[in-house]
């Protein structure tokens, strides 16, 4: 069964105190793993979409990496906007676009 | 209007009422999806629609019943539901149901069942 784990389960950091995010994935074979960013009372929002290992995606303060068992979301100097929760998700090869999510990440970051 | 667009954004319903959610996407998407997302557990798929066709309805229970009329509106008609049927359900949209395009959300409907 394909299984996605994001850690932590929420993480406090102080403006400028930069971090990583952790997706740690199982499944029978990976067509593609994204990052959702999702504020309170609204729907996820698309971030990036990491297709093979050693492939990496960077949005102004955010970096996504792959390998073949994990993703890392890194935040270089955050900003309180940046407080959200982050979602991880992955797409197996013959599923079509059915996406297994993580339960997520909540980032507050604080002045 | 831009994006995907969901309504109500609040509904409260009894165990007998007959309600329905309806999403509207303005992005020229194909694919039509609905999600469940409740409180400390993954988003859950419950329907994908591809080109107006029913392509997956991962074991949904009856009492929720999907329509989609056209590539644009994607409706959940619901019906005697339970407590536990309260959570955030999830419009999105796609270029393709077989892709790796992304996913675009709407902002959901908040539904409590009392």
């Known amino acids: 069964e394909d299984q996605v784990t994001q850690s932590p389960e929420a993480l406090r950091l102080q403006e400028g105190e930069s971090s990583s995010l952790n997706c740690s994935y199982t499944?029978?074979?990976?067509?593609?793993l994204f990052w959702y960013r999702q504020d309170p009372g609204k729907g996820p929002e698309f971030l990036f979409t990491l297709y093979s290992a050693g492939e990496e995606k960077e949005k102004e303060r955010l970096k996504a990496t792959l390998t073949k068992k994990e993703s890392f979301l890194h935040i270089t100097a955050p900003k309180p906007e940046d407080s959200a929760t982050y979602l991880c998700?992955?797409?197996?090869?013959?599923?079509?676009?059915?996406?297994?999510f993580g339960t997520g990440t909540q980032l507050k970051v604080e002045l | 209007e831009t994006g995907v667009t969901q309504t109500p954004r609040h509904l409260v319903m009894g165990m007998t009422n007959k309600k329905s959610l309806k999403c509207e996407q303005h992005?020229?998407?194909?694919?039509m999806y609905w999600y469940k997302q409740s409180a400390k557990k993954p988003l859950e798929l419950m329907f994908v629609y591809s080109l107006e066709e029913r392509v997956e309805n991962n074991s949904v229970p009856s009492r929720f019943s999907p329509e989609c009329p056209n590539s644009s509106h994607l409706f959940l008609h619901l019906h005697t539901l339970q407590p536990e049927d309260s959570a955030l359900y999830l419009c999105a949209s796609s270029q393709g149901a077989g892709g790796t395009s992304p996913l675009h959300f709407g902002n959901g409907t908040r539904l409590t069942v009392t």
């Open positions: 998700a992955v797409q197996v090869t013959g599923g079509g676009n059915k996406l297994t």
């Open positions: 499944v029978s074979g990976l067509r593609g």
């Open positions: 992005l020229g998407h194909n694919a």
